[in-house]
Every structure is written in C-alpha cells, then in structure tokens.
DNA sequence: AAGTTCATGTAAGACGTTACATGATTTC
DNA sequence: GAAATCATGTAACGTCTTACATGAACTT
C-alpha cells in the first residue's frame, strides 16, 4: 500500500515543505484521516527522493539551521495522480477499541456499562465542539459559498467529515443509553 | 497497548474456543471493528497461555485431527475486566483512505472528482444494504425487543454502529456530492 | 477424486510507535 | 537565561500482512 508514500506526495502538491511541516500537517485536521509520527517521515522523505518522486533544496533558517525543502517531481506528480485516480475497495474493518468493547458488554454490569458509555459520550460531545469551532472558522473565512474549485475544499471535505463522524458517534451513544437504562 | 489480546479474551469470555473460531468470529460482525490474521493469532494464544491468562485441552476432530481449545483462567477474566472498565481518550486519528484522497481534491478535474466520489457511494450503497440485512435477520430473531439483559446486546451494538456508520458515510457523500455537481 | 473447509503453525517484510540523540532559533 | 519550538535523524520494539508449509475432514 504505502499510503504514507501518497500522503506526502499529495502535501506537496501545493508547493515546498519541511520534514517537520508535514509532520504538522498530520496534526491538524489532515491528522483526522491519517498521521505519521516524525520518526516515519523523514525515512520516507529519504526513500522518496531515491526514488524519484520528490527532490530537495537545503534552506537556512536564521544563520545556520539547515532544512530540506522538499518538492515534487513530475514522476512524482504522476504517481500521486493515479493514486488519486484508482478506486479502491472499502476496507472491511475500521478498528475502534470502544467498539470491541461494546461488543463484550455481557461481561460488565448494568452500572459498569452506562458508565463506559457515559464517558465515551462526554469524550465525544468535546471532541465534536472542537469541530464545529474548526468549520465555523472555515466558514466565516471564505468570502463564496463553498464549491468544488474553492482552495479550501479539500480542507472542506475533512472538516465536514470528522463533524458528521462525531456527531454520528455522539447521536448513536445517546440512543444506546437510553436503551441500556431502560428498566429491564 | 496489545488489542487483540484483550480481543481474544473477550471472546473466549462466554466459553472455549479454538484458534480458527477465533479467527472466524473475526470475519463476522465483530470484523467491522477488530480483525487479525490467523498468523498473527497463534502466536498471541501461545503468549497469552505462557502468560497464564487462558490455558487449552486438545481436542479431536473426527479420527485424528487435533485442535486446542481455549478457555478463559481467572487472571484472564480479571485481566479483561479491568481493560473492559478503563476509559481511554478517543483516538485523534481514524485512517480513511478515501478521506486522505478527498483532502487532495484539489489535483483532480471536476469530473475526475465525481468519478471517484460515485464509485465511492456506490460501494459504501452496497455495503449498507449488507449490513441493514443482518440487522434484520437480527431483529426478527429476537422474541423480545433488545434491552441490556438480551444475549444478543453486543452483536446489537457493533451491528446497529456500523450500519449508522454507513448511512452516515452515504449521506456525506452525496451531500457532497450535489455540491462538486453544482456549476461554478 | 477433486475442491473446499477445518486446523495450526512459521518466516519475511512492511508499517507504526516510543525512545534516544542532537543542536539551532525564537519567545518570554 | 529558561522554555518552547524548529529541525533532523536513528534504534528498538511492537503490530500487522503476505507468503510459505502441512495435513485432516467434509462436500460434491
């Protein structure tokens, strides 16, 4: 698969980056979908340069800091096209440790399970808020309705996503309490 | 973390099983939230025994084949008490492949776009109708309506998550959808 | 008898996280 | 001057997938 490989290929896209710049890429929203940790990057970086599909320049911060700022090639551009362009089967598994859990709840009591559930609830409602701060930023900050040739639709996209995601685990955990503290 | 240890145990929860059932029971409803390979759940049975956490008689299989059946010890059973009762934070980052592509949707044409949302709708189509079918093999087998007490709560909560899961997948995507079809 | 399923294992390699390691720059 | 951030790398270890390997039992 080497999804990582696609991933930095498509931060590239735009311009020059940083080993450290797409690691904090992977923090932001981007960091929904998919993240590598710094120590995953830079190896990758490196493999990706051997082969081709991104070169660097090595650029000073201050007096003598060195960075390498990465770019795409045009081998590069063509490999992230037809990534983009392949359609791929849905994965048949998305983990999810609560979930597995939720799966063993014959093994807790009636208490022990709305408590799990409640604090899962609570983690979620504040993860959610979180998000809908994210896309009333993004809102406010165009100056069009939003539509496939924005700049930010691809940032769009992810936002929407993760809040329609959020409020989706949000909603079904309140419809699972309400059945779990039903009188028996 | 080791999640499938805690995966096997919760399975080997309600009596012995072998390593292909466990295998198996992967490949049904508990697979749209957790799932190994066989090769990786042989060793983690021989771990976990050496461990003292579940322990086998062998058994035969018609004449002469052997297969180990697993069983729960009681360090096993604490063991995943307390992991089934610890609230972990939700994690930040739940890997979409499709989503990474859709961040990048800036690198393809409009229609490019549309061909790959569509093909994406049409499968997530497919595999909500999937899963509404085992809900209501689910339902009607059920002679009183679900509550926390009925056998079939666990199988109830993965089936009823992955089903809004989809449901909520294919509204997004033809949300967004009717936005990228929306002319300039 | 052939094909599928039952059943268990190991080996190699890819992917991912945590920790180790170093040093410059900026902000308070 | 101290702390946080910028910046890049490696090492060790854990997780996961694909492939290799074998043989019994059941179904057609």
Known sequence: MRILKYAILGLLRKGELSGYD???YFKEE???????????????????????FIEFRTAIQGTRLEK???????????????????KD????????????????????TQEEAVDLFTDQLL????????????????????????????????????LTKALEREKNYVTWLEDILAVM???Q
């Open 30 to 52: 981007l960091g929904q979908f998919w993240s590598a940790k710094h120590s995953q990057i830079y190896p990758e970086l490196k493999k990706l340069t051997d082969e081709g």
């Open 68 to 86: 390498k700022m990465y770019t795409l090639t045009e081998s590069g551009e063509q490999e992230l096209h037809a990534w983009l362009t392949k």
């Open 22 to 24: 797409i690691t904090n």
């Open 89 to 108: 089967p849905i994965p048949e598994t998305v983990k999810d440790e609560f979930m597995l859990k939720a799966y063993f709840i014959s093994s807790l």
């Open 123 to 158: 983690k979620r409602q504040l993860k959610l808020s979180d998000l809908q701060h994210s896309y009333n930023e993004l809102i406010e900050s165009l100056d069009q309705p939003i539509s496939f040739s924005s700049p930010d639709f691809g940032h769009y996209l992810v």
């Open 181 to 183: 503290k039903n009188q």
